[in-house]
């Protein structure tokens, strides 16, 4: 940066690239909109007064906001590639996003974490990122990578890393678990994300005391507020699934609380909701119909994050800052009518599409031989079985008799579910059975199977199971639907197994066909076809799951037998 | 730290090894005030809620809040060594203190900050550096050092450097002086602080773009508003000589502006003062009593200059945070009655004496030889006298006939100040007339003369004004009075000829003693003997003042021959 340009711009002895003429400005800093010309230079904000420029926008009294921050988002959930995210986050106002690539790296471990980064650096968006900490998630299954303090480390001075990810274990932080304690101390004198739903009392003062700073798993009022007297900062979530800001800013307008420590994210968010009220702009929104002050809110998206991660010119519309901004036509609707990133509207600026990815993340399905038998379950007097409950994540545990399972299997309530462990071809794998998905006849599979993302399938065949294992490495990764040996519906997510590469407007049609095709042939209508199987294998969910080494009860924490 | 043993005792697994019970305790993330008790160990905070300790204090619900911070102050002003000030400043409540060493860095230069960053990591106070970015002050005189980018950047990344300090050459930032320019691309990634007095408009936008970050000089709300707006931290100063609390904090109270990004600080304090009354202790008493909210005065005063100098574990009484805390009686009084550092109770911490500093900072006074005719003035028409103003250390310009000049000296209106270099000996030294000092007979003379701290020395004998020049080389460094070639006064300041190396307590007395001496011998009581002579080298204030580069009138900017 040319600080004499800078310099000599905000004195107008040297003219700005642009001026935004009278704007009312959002001042996140004394909490005040402020009427003035806001003049750009080089990408930087260099004056907020009366400036003239080379190219001059009247915005006759709009608004402009800071850019805004999703603070915590998994870019992976999206199921499309980080530049193309990146663009559709800038269509509504996100500017910076920090990010946690857990899934990716739970495939493609270092080599992740270095593509990754490397794209970080190639984006038009601040593109920022917390090392994922816990990979693998849990010891109870085969993930394609161990990341462990000393790999971590490798990237900690990395200019668009900010600290470590969401400590997701925090039984292990409570009992002082050393590999744990090893990537906090590592990471000390940076941020450290934290993940504590339900955290309180006595152990949250052990979770903070070894140094978490942030946490977005709040779901009511008074356990953000516990979090916030704690020093936690804390990330209001409002994503497809995880919908929290509703219960917590209801009780901020309520209490009239210091909003200074609250920051937005949406951790996971769908392409299609995105697409249709944007990210944060919603958070945003959302807040200002609860009866939140709209400055406050805007102060909660932008600055506030900023300061949390330690983000120096980013936050503000303000000399110095970059120039990331919002244009707003309504303050009460959050109507973004144009967004600025480094001084240049994002309608002009083209994706980047010359990224290129690690061979070893792009051809990740490889799994050992499966002879016919792979999935056949011995037959016994009693089974345990993943019962589905409708629009939730969470599953209930169902003993069965024999005949009540050959019953639920003739009458199609009860499918049979296997996970392939499909990083390592180590040959783990398992299988069970499952009610409440649904499907009449054939297969439906997936590499997407949080958080190892090994292959899930579900069938009322082993012939179309097994088959649906060699389609997924055909597509290099994504979703199969196979019925009679045929594959009748397909999404690739060659990218880990986990995103696309094609663009939004080439990948939101192909994955609406593949949902209905799975709908169409029987899949419970109250749960999503892929998103419900992906959790079906996250051994830290209630309460009885699946994974490469075998079927979980998460109430008990221990294997059971089939 | 070990962070097994802080979890543990957050849970209670183990004994905390002090809790404070029963305290009211300010939350500044929420800005309430919560009862609770309080467990540390290992001189962190581990707990707040219900504990047990080995050691135990019931507090009966007095307040405890967070050590408090003094955001910039010149630890030189206090006339003792560090860690003597560091004990002032901590019995008063202050924990942490951000020091610029501009003083003893333009006598000592690398010298001196090497050991001013040793003596920081012994001491009990958190003692943070801001590496002087103007040594010397100005290109008029003389200094011990010249401090470039490339030396200060050898202490950038020192653990108690937290970037460069006041970046008073705020023409050098506005003209993109290539030097001023290296220093603050240096410390792009640190924190910049500034020095902008008046700073507005333009030319505030062009220092703020510049990339500094805080400005202490605000002495009306309206400036410090201005200031805040453009992204600033508005520091408060509250010392012995700048008092703009009043004025701003008034200001805050009327208009309810958003506090977050005010700070407090002392700048320059004497000791006789902060033993009466402490440094950020009142600061925060006199804005309650102006009408501010405690819990808000006592944000100003600990986390939000934490924030803005990026100190992780500093400024809040929370877990994982230090135990630097002061217990309150009474909020509105802010009555003292305990402070703890790092757990410790401060009454019970004994001072670092045993610290030590390089032999060229003890023998500073280093002037060539000066032959009996060194002061002479030749007889001309006109003077340029320098003319002291009552209670101010602006001066005027006075343009005298030699006929007047000569009633002057004879009625003791006037008398002869020079100025002799005294660091490396260089010979380089002016003398003219100045009016208003009111010295009856002898001279009086001092190593403490900003910025660049050279001799100075006011008489009405050229014999007694020689005689305190080889007085303050005995004593190395200080002040003398000399009344007919007898020393009648003296005061050594050995560290740097700035600082006593004396305790407070021997300290004090002695000071009082000089300076009684010195109005005893007929020095205006409208000003301070020492501390008015120690600003007449100064040539960056108003009118006209005297180096050992000769006579400079600060209007002009330009030498004046006389």
Redesign the interface.
Same mark, same amino acid.
């Given at each position: 940066?040319n *600080? %004499?340009k800078?310099? +000599?711009?905000?004195?107008?002895k040297e003219q700005p690239d642009l001026v935004l003429k009278n704007a009312n400005i959002i +001042?996140v800093?004394?909490? %005040?909109i402020?009427h003035g010309d806001i003049a750009v230079t080089d990408g930087?904000?260099?004056?907020?007064?009366e400036y003239s420029g080379k190219d001059e926008k009247e915005l006759d009294g709009k608004y402009v906001a800071p850019g805004f921050v999703n603070a915590h988002v998994h870019v992976e959930s999206s199921m499309v590639a980080p530049e193309v995210y990146a663009m559709e986050e800038m269509k509504w106002g996100t500017t910076t996003i920090i990010t946690d690539p857990h899934e990716i790296a739970n495939v493609g471990g270092m080599t992740a974490l270095s593509d990754i980064l490397n794209v970080a650096e190639k984006l038009p968006i601040n593109y920022y990122v917390m090392l994922p900490s816990c990979v693998p998630s849990t010891p109870f299954e085969h993930s394609g990578a161990v990341l462990n303090a000393e790999e971590l480390k490798v990237w900690k001075d990395h200019p668009h890393v900010l600290g470590l990810g969401e400590m997701m274990n925090s039984v292990g932080?409570?009992n002082?678990d050393k590999t744990v304690?090893d990537k906090?101390?590592a990471f000390?004198?940076k941020v450290v994300d934290g993940h504590f739903p339900m955290g309180s009392? *006595? %152990?949250l +003062?052990?979770y903070?005391?070894?140094?978490i700073a942030t946490d977005h798993e709040s779901i009511s009022y008074e356990e953000a507020?516990e979090k916030? /007297?704690?020093?936690m900062a804390v990330i209001i979530r409002e994503g497809s699934a995880g919908k929290n800001l509703e219960e917590i800013v209801s009780g901020v307008v309520k209490n009239g609380?210091?909003t200074? /420590?609250f920051v937005f994210c949406t951790d996971d968010k769908h392409l299609a909701d995105i697409r249709k009220e944007g990210t944060i702009r919603y958070n945003i929104k959302k807040s200002i119909e609860l009866g939140l002050d709209p400055v406050k809110a805007i102060q909660i998206g932008t600055i506030n994050a900023a /300061?949390v991660y330690?983000l *120096?010119q980013i936050g503000?519309v303000?000399?110095?800052?970059k120039a990331d901004m919002v244009v707003i036509d309504d303050l009460q609707e959050m109507t973004v009518s144009a967004v600025y990133k480094d001084g240049k509207e994002v309608s002009e600026i083209k994706s980047v599409l010359e990224v290129s990815y690690d061979e070893k993340l792009l051809s990740p399905i490889n799994f050992a031989p499966l002879g016919s038998d792979a999935f056949v379950i011995p037959e016994k007097d009693r089974y345990s079985v993943i019962g589905i409950i409708d629009h939730q994540i969470i599953t209930k545990k169902i003993t069965m008799s024999n005949a009540e399972l050959k019953a639920g299997l003739a009458d199609g309530s009860v499918r049979k579910i296997a996970v392939v462990e499909r990083h390592k071809a180590t040959g783990f794998r398992a299988a069970t059975y499952i009610k409440g998905y649904g499907l009449k006849h054939g297969a439906v599979a997936s590499t997407v199977a949080h958080d190892s993302h090994n292959i899930v399938i579900v069938g009322d065949n082993d012939s179309d199971m097994l088959k649906a294992c060699d389609e997924l490495k055909r597509i290099g990764g994504g979703y199969v639907i196979i019925e009679d040996g045929k594959t009748v519906g397909e999404l690739p997510l060659p990218l880990g197994g986990l995103m696309s590469l094609k663009s939004a407007d080439e990948f939101i049609p192909e994955l609406d066909t593949v949902i209905k095709k799975a709908y169409a042939m029987g899949v419970n209508k109250n749960i999503d076809p892929f998103i419900t199987l992906s959790f079906m294998a996250l051994p830290v969910i209630p309460e009885i799951r699946i994974t490469d080494c075998g079927i979980f009860d998460v109430t008990s924490f221990s294997f059971v037998k089939n």
């Open positions: 940066m *600080k %004499e800078l310099i +000599n711009t905000a004195l107008m +001042n800093f004394t909490a %005040e402020l930087v904000i260099v004056g907020i007064g932080v409570i002082s304690l906090l101390d000390s004198d009392g *006595k %152990e +003062n052990a903070v005391s070894a140094g507020v916030l /007297r704690a020093g609380i210091d200074s /420590r /300061r330690g *120096k503000a303000a000399c110095g800052y």
